[in-house]
C-alpha cells in the first residue's frame, strides 16, 4: 500500500487530459476537472512498480514471427525445386524440396476431407488375362498368269495353240497358263509354220512367224483326151475273155490304219464348256483314260455314260469331236456324269486315226505313250 502511494504522490496525471500533475493537486487547471471527488481520485492512472521484459504476448510474436519465416523460406524451397532448370543445376534443392511438397499436399489433402483420416487404399482390379486371338491364315496365292501375242508375215493367218484354233493374226491372248505350247500359224497359199513357246508367270511373249508361199504344181504333159484324135481302127474279131486273177480286197477310201499300241499320244489342249483348259501333258505321271466320240446322239451318249461308270474315280476325259453346246448342256443336264467333257475338233481325230462316227478309248500311260487302243461300246 505504500508503494502505490508512493507511486500516486511521485506521478500524477489528470485522468481526463492526461496533464502531469504536481503530487497532491486536487484540480486540473488544463481542463478545470475536480480532483478532490473519490471517483475521480480512485481512477487515477497507476503505473506498475516493474514490468517483466519477456511477457506472454512478448513470446508469441516472436514464436508467429519465425514460423512465418520458415513458412515462406520452405514455400520458397518447394517452388525452387519444382523448377526444372533448377532442380537440375542444384539437385540438392531438389531433394529438400520434395519432402516439403509432399507435407503440403497432405495438409491441403487432410483440409478437403474436414479432417477425416485418410480412407485406406484399395487394390485395383487385377484385369482378367488376355487371350490372343489365333493367327490368320496367310492370304491365298493369287495365280499367275502369262499372254502370248502372236503376228505373221503376212498378217491374218489363222493361229492354233496345241492344234486348237485361237483367232487370227495379229492376236494377244491373256490369262493363259504358264507352260510349253506349239505354236502355229496357217493361210491359203502359204506353208504352215510352227513355233514351241515357254510362257512364264506374269509375263508376256511376243511371237512372229513368216509365211513362205506354197510352190505351185509344175505344169504335166498334154492329156491324151487334148491330142488330136485318131482314125478309127479297123475292128478286131473279139477275143474270149479271160478269166480275170484273184486280187486283195482294197483298202475304203480315207481309211487309216489304226494308232500303234506303244505309240506317243499326241497332245492337246482342250477347253470344257465353263472354260477350263485340260492338256494332255496335265497327266504326266499318271494313267488317264481318253473317249473320243463324235457327235453326242443316242450312240455317242451311250458311249460317254458306260465310259463314266466305268472310269469312276480315276483320271479320264471326255473328247467331243463335233461341239454342239445345245447338246452338251442337255446331256450334262439329264445325266449324272462326272467325266469331263471337252470341246474337240475334227483334225484331233486324223491325228489319233479315229474313224468317222466311231468311239474309240484310250488308254495312255505315265510317260504319254499309248498303252492300249478299243473301240467303245455303244449300249
Not at 519465416?69 to 520434395?98: K, N
Not at 487394390?123 to 495365280?143: D, E, H, R, Y
Request: net charge positive.
Amino acid at each position: 500500500m505504500s508503494l502505490a502511494k508512493s507511486s500516486l504522490k511521485k506521478a500524477q496525471m489528470c485522468p481526463m487530459c492526461n496533464t502531469p500533475l504536481p503530487a497532491g493537486a486536487l484540480f486540473c487547471e488544463t481542463c478545470g476537472t475536480d480532483l478532490s471527488r473519490a471517483s475521480v481520485v480512485l481512477s487515477a492512472y497507476v503505473r506498475p512498480v516493474s514490468r517483466s521484459r519477456f511477457g506472454g504476448a512478448r513470446i508469441g510474436r516472436v514464436v508467429g514471427l519465425a514460423a512465418g519465416v520458415l513458412a515462406a523460406f520452405s514455400l520458397a524451397l518447394a517452388g525452387l525445386g519444382s523448377i526444372p532448370e533448377v532442380s537440375a543445376r542444384v539437385p540438392v534443392i531438389a531433394r529438400l524440396g520434395e519432402p516439403i511438397r509432399d507435407a503440403f499436399s497432405e495438409v491441403i489433402s487432410w483440409g478437403s476431407r474436414g479432417g477425416q483420416p485418410r480412407p485406406a487404399p484399395v487394390a485395383a482390379p487385377v484385369p482378367p488375362p488376355v487371350v490372343s486371338a489365333p493367327p490368320l491364315p496367310p492370304p491365298a496365292p493369287v495365280p499367275s498368269t502369262a499372254s502370248l501375242t502372236v503376228q505373221s508375215t503376212p498378217a491374218g493367218a489363222d493361229v492354233f495353240m496345241d492344234d486348237e484354233r485361237v483367232g487370227k493374226t495379229p492376236l494377244t491372248l491373256k490369262q493363259l497358263r504358264p507352260g510349253s505350247y506349239v505354236v502355229r500359224v496357217a493361210r491359203k497359199g502359204y506353208v504352215a509354220t510352227s513355233k514351241k513357246v515357254d510362257l512364264k508367270p506374269n509375263t508376256g511373249l511376243t511371237v512372229t512367224l513368216n509365211l513362205k508361199p506354197a510352190a505351185r504344181p509344175a505344169a504335166g504333159p498334154t492329156p491324151k483326151s487334148a491330142a488330136k484324135p485318131k482314125p478309127a481302127a479297123k475292128p478286131k474279131p473279139a477275143a474270149e475273155p479271160k478269166p480275170a486273177p484273184a486280187s486283195r480286197p482294197q483298202a475304203k477310201p480315207g481309211a487309216q490304219p489304226a494308232m500303234p499300241v506303244g505309240a506317243e499320244a499326241p497332245a492337246f489342249s482342250l477347253k470344257d464348256r465353263r472354260g477350263v483348259i485340260y492338256r494332255l501333258s496335265d497327266f504326266r505321271g499318271r494313267n488317264v483314260a481318253v473317249l473320243f466320240i463324235w457327235d453326242l446322239d443316242q450312240r455317242g451318249a451311250a458311249a460317254a455314260r458306260a465310259f463314266a461308270a466305268r472310269t469312276a474315280g480315276q483320271e479320264a476325259v471326255i473328247v467331243l469331236l463335233r461341239p454342239n453346246r445345245v447338246a452338251l448342256r442337255r446331256f450334262l443336264s439329264a445325266e449324272n456324269v462326272s467325266v469331263p467333257i471337252l470341246l474337240g475338233h475334227p483334225g484331233l481325230a486324223q491325228r489319233y486315226r479315229i474313224p468317222e462316227g466311231a468311239s474309240v478309248v484310250f488308254l495312255i500311260n505315265d510317260q504319254g505313250r499309248i498303252r492300249h487302243r478299243q473301240i467303245a461300246a455303244h449300249s
